[in-house]
């Protein structure tokens, strides 16, 4: 923009010097470009204040919430009474999760192989080969667990 | 409510007591049931498992669901609730026979007049889900993590527990209904912290129902597991088809149970082997912008007063008739505001006028006790507040402090999509006025193509696969965006756009929301982000 334009600019909107067009980003201070500014783009200046109150941005996020409303879909298996079916089973699954919470059943009721927290037990720091140590392979069609030798390195 | 807590009595006792043995008969029932919840199965088919399975002894499925119903000693709460979903017959609106909104019947009445709710709202309690949680050695170990493991460093946010909201609680005095309690916020390490999320899910791809599914979410557990499937408390659905009109009302069960749980409940603590009085108080609540305005009372996101935290004013698009307000900072060459004397032209990013929770409250009240609907209305306008919350009765919780914006909505569903779609030039039909920010088709393509082709040699551990931003962009996820916000864009940006200035934009933006996302974040850090931030947003407003 030429000295002259420059003026001119100044004369029209008869505010101080506009900012010339090589550091025009998205906004550009026009009406017209308004609907750039958005809330989300406001709300950025609020996340430094966020953070100090409540908290790192992970533990209010909205992830959580979003997997569970997920989780949720299938349930409704039916089109005339979504709701009802919605509410059967959200019901349920707290009632399964009560009852796993009273006797234990958290691994009995999770449908997996059961966790081997016995991997690597066999491994002998005294023997020739301390890197070595049992380890279990998993396969989609074994139930059981092979052991094998692998290197832990 | 003496009833209720006599019967809650009962309960507690029911559990501490049933916790015995399981027969192999109920463990099989359980089995089979979980089987069936889990995978969605329908009656019909849960029929055939005795046919499929003849070694399994499977009653049928009455008597299972009878059965999980008994042995977890939870009964879902019934209210009534209007026919469109505008309120719950609950607290105030307990007696009434017709919506107080829609003035739909409450009742319909059958042939022998009977009468019958013609919708309800399925409420789940969560206290007795708490309480169960200290009778299992497991999670009441894993509870412990708030007063135990973590260890607050000053001048380090590294969780909840770090920030304002839960430490301008320690030390004070529990205050009920104005009246100061004997005993301490979290001054008992089984004390639990507890988050409530909302948000509006529609079940159907073709119809506009929404339903908003009530979750509570128990901080005392560590972060690496507090969001996990077993670990999330769900209070229920307030059904649709439309959204809520009175949330309050739907959240009175709940309200009440934080109410109690704030005096304290009998509870048995499985690790010292003792009864003790288990409290528990609500200290955020999240979920993104529409839902949080329902939830506070708020106007929202388009109204004159659109942000929560600031009272920042916003402004329209001059000649339009759209009643979308918007917020600039600078706003000094828009009509309107060059028209009036008052308005403010531009606001200090440093400074904005941010709401406090005395005058948030003040008016909240003013709105609700103006008798006159117009001004009412005219009120509720200004302040962007259309009434008192339920919530703001429980004073664990701060407005607007405990309801921060969602990062996830903010960030990866907003800011990230709104960039591309300025960068294409399909922006809500703006071209790119006197910037140069905008792709040559060819160019955002091969972007695109080559988001696609670098997908195959991303370890899975980073997410997954971000699909073509040019051609598929209806697939991306909020973790796409982040994927590709994070990683791939600082890559394929570079040198794309016809003016460098863009890339250094986009690449500090990238810096901090690095920044934001980090474990551990130091005072120093918040620092940064604050002054980067409206470092980013003014030169973005250039």
Not at chain 2, 444 to 469: D, K, L
Request: glycine residues 6%; proline residues 7%.
């Amino acid at each position: 923009m030429g000295r002259g334009l420059r003026e001119v600019s100044k004369f029209i909107y008869g505010i101080k010097l506009l900012p010339s067009d090589e550091h025009r980003m998205y906004y550009q201070y026009s009406p017209d470009r308004l609907s750039t500014c958005t809330v989300t783009v406001h709300a950025l200046l609020h996340i430094a204040d966020s953070i100090e109150a409540s908290g790192p941005m992970w533990a209010y996020w909205a992830f959580p919430m979003e997997r569970y409303c997920g989780s949720l879909t299938p349930a409704i298996r039916s089109r005339r009474f979504p709701f009802p079916s919605l509410d059967r089973y959200i019901t349920e699954l707290a009632q399964l999760t009560q009852i796993k919470m009273f006797h234990q059943l958290q691994d009995a009721l999770s449908f997996k192989a059961p966790k081997h927290d016995s991997a690597g037990q066999f491994s002998d720091p005294a023997c020739e080969y301390p890197n070595r140590m049992i380890t279990y392979i998993y396969s989609n069609t074994a139930h059981r667990p092979n052991l094998r030798v692998t290197s832990s390195m | 409510m003496v009833l209720f807590s006599l019967i809650f009595l009962c309960v507690s006792e029911l559990i501490i007591c049933v916790a015995g043995k399981l027969s192999a008969s109920d463990l099989s029932i359980l089995r089979a049931y979980s089987f069936k919840v889990d995978e969605h199965l329908t009656d019909e088919a849960f029929a055939k498992i005795p046919y499929a399975f003849p070694s399994e002894p499977v009653p049928s499925v009455d008597i299972c669901r009878s059965r999980v119903q008994f042995l977890s000693g939870l009964k879902p709460e019934r209210y009534d609730c209007c026919i469109n979903s505008c309120c719950c017959f609950a607290g105030e609106h307990k007696d009434r026979v017709k919506c107080p909104y829609c003035k739909q019947d409450r009742y319909i009445f059958d042939r022998k007049g009977k009468r019958k709710p013609r919708k309800v709202f399925n409420y789940l309690p969560f206290i007795p889900r708490l309480v169960a949680m200290y009778a299992n050695p497991t999670k009441a170990k894993e509870s412990q993590y708030r007063a135990f493991e973590h260890k607050h460093t000053p001048g380090k946010i590294v969780d909840v527990f770090d920030s304002y909201i839960y430490r301008r609680l320690l030390g004070k005095k529990v205050v009920i209904g104005g009246n100061a309690t004997s005993n301490q916020y979290f001054s008992d390490p089984r004390d639990v912290a507890l988050g409530l999320s909302t948000d509006g899910f529609g079940p159907f791809k073709r119809r506009q129902t929404t339903s908003w599914p009530l979750l509570l979410f128990d901080y005392n557990l560590p972060p690496e597991i507090r969001f996990h499937k077993d670990n999330r408390i769900p209070l229920g659905s307030i059904p649709g088809p439309k959204k809520p009109i009175d949330w309050d009302s739907f959240a009175w069960p709940a309200f009440e149970e934080f109410m109690r749980l704030q005096h304290g409940v009998r509870a048995f603590d499985v690790l010292s082997d003792e009864l003790f009085l288990l409290r528990g108080y609500l200290i955020l609540v999240f979920g993104d912008i529409p839902a949080i305005s329902m939830v506070m009372r708020m106007s929202g996101h388009n109204g004159i007063s659109p942000c929560r935290m600031c009272k920042i004013r916003g402004v329209r698009v001059p000649n339009s008739r759209a009643t979308t307000h918007y917020v600039p900072l600078d706003r000094s060459r828009h009509p309107t505001v060059q028209q009036s004397q008052s308005a403010i032209k531009k606001y200090d990013p440093a400074a904005l006028p941010l709401r406090t929770e005395a005058e948030m409250l003040r008016q909240a009240r003013e709105v609700r006790d103006t008798s006159i609907k117009g001004q009412k209305d005219q009120l509720s306008k200004k302040y962007g507040i259309k009434g008192v919350s339920i919530l703001s009765h429980l004073r664990s919780l701060s407005f607007p402090l405990s309801f921060p914006y969602d990062f996830m909505h903010l960030i990866w569903e907003n800011l990230i999509p709104n960039l591309i779609l300025l960068w294409t030039g399909e922006f809500k039909g703006l071209g790119e006025g006197a910037g140069e920010y905008q792709f040559q088709p060819k160019v955002w393509e091969a972007i695109g193509a080559a988001t696609v082709a670098a997908s195959a040699t991303i370890p899975s551990v980073f997410g997954a696969r971000p699909p073509n931003p040019a051609t598929n962009k209806s697939a991306y996820s909020a973790e796409a965006w982040s994927i590709w916000t994070m990683y791939l864009g600082p890559v394929l940006l570079r040198r794309r756009f016809r003016n460098q200035r863009y890339y250094k934009h986009f690449i500090e933006l990238v810096r901090l929301l690095q920044i934001c996302l980090q474990f551990e974040i130091t005072t120093e850090d918040v620092q940064t982000v604050r002054r980067g931030f409206i470092k980013w947003v003014e030169d973005y407003e250039k």
